[in-house]
């Protein structure tokens, strides 16, 4: 064992903790209702942060505040610390404490995920080791035997971004209670913007009582778009609305929101439905001050579409199926 761990601690990469990384994990964990929660939550926000620091030093673009281990609720009703990788997905950061001979991956951040980083912890929360990475796991405990190099992590990025992995969001589960990850209510993904002031939700009564007006049987999820620098590290809200009709068809209402301290959408974005051939089948474009816009159609059961958010050269899509 002793010439396992040696072996694994010169595949690893050493780390500060720096300051605010610490402030940020204490205060999370202030916020869980017991001493077990709030250290679970602190290693986990220092393992992300020391992640997300590695891939910044590497020039891999990220988007540290978007991921569930930001998320007030996620943080207290699951164990979670993921990061997501701009354009790639969700890569999980598992901290691990000294003299631990395996690291825990909860069944729960099995799936949706491009892979996982072990993050050693010390005793004094002044440094980590990034000790590997593994691609999927299949187990809740993973033998530190098993991981490979981080030079592999940074393949499998450059592979993802090359060929993005497709994932496609089932619209139908939804109407009976199964949400895709990454997909919140609209309520809970506003406060937890709310509750970190820099990323606020900043929506217009306009648009609330535009979603007031639904039919009892709609459904509806928000998630968190980044476009990066083209937006200064402000994400935008969309919002996917379903509702079942008579005729064996449903219903779909997208709209796009700003949030942090804008009150408008930045002039030009686009929303863009495209059909399964690819070809664009409705898009809206923001003006001047527009502070949401909306495109509303209806689809077949099985049907597939793409939804893309762009500006200038910077785009993002998500993929459905009705």
Not at 125 to 143: H, Y
């Amino acid at each position: 064992m002793t010439t396992t761990t040696h072996r694994v601690d010169d595949l690893g990469i050493k780390l500060p903790i720096t300051h605010a990384a610490r402030t940020i994990a204490q205060q999370f964990a202030n916020q869980q209702p017991t001493p077990a929660k709030a250290e679970q939550v602190r290693l986990n926000t220092l393992a992300v942060w020391v992640v997300n620091d590695y891939l910044q030093m590497m020039e891999i673009p990220t988007n540290l505040n978007v991921g569930d281990s930001w998320n007030p609720i996620m943080q207290l009703c699951t164990n979670i610390a993921d990061l997501e990788i701009a354009s790639v997905g969700r890569l999980e950061c598992r901290p691990m404490k000294l003299h631990e001979e395996v690291c825990l991956i909860p069944s729960e951040t099995w799936e949706d995920r491009v892979g996982y980083v072990v993050v050693q912890v010390d005793e004094s929360l002044q440094e980590a080791n990034l000790l590997g990475f593994i691609r999927s796991v299949d187990r809740e405990f993973l033998p530190l035997h098993q991981l490979q190099p981080l030079e592999k992590l940074i393949d499998r990025i450059a592979q993802l971004k090359a060929s993005p992995v497709q994932t496609l969001v089932n619209l139908s589960q939804w109407l009976i209670g199964q949400f895709d990850a990454g997909w919140q209510t609209v309520e809970s993904l506003r406060d937890s913007l709310e509750s970190r002031p820099a990323y606020a939700f900043r929506g217009s009564v306009t648009s609330e009582e535009s979603l007031a007006n639904q039919q009892p049987a709609a459904t509806k999820r928000a998630k968190l778009i980044d476009l990066g620098i083209q937006l200064a590290n402000q994400p935008l809200m969309l919002i996917v609305e379903i509702s079942p009709e008579p005729n064996v068809k449903t219903s779909i209402r997208l709209q796009l929101h700003p949030t942090g301290n804008q009150v408008y959408l930045p002039e030009g974005v686009r929303l863009t439905v495209l059909d399964e051939s690819g070809e664009i089948f409705l898009e809206a474009q923001a003006r001047s001050a527009d502070n949401y816009i909306q495109l509303q159609f209806r689809g077949n059961i099985q049907e597939q579409f793409s939804v893309a958010i762009s500006l200038g050269d910077m785009s993002i899509r998500e993929h459905f199926m009705i």
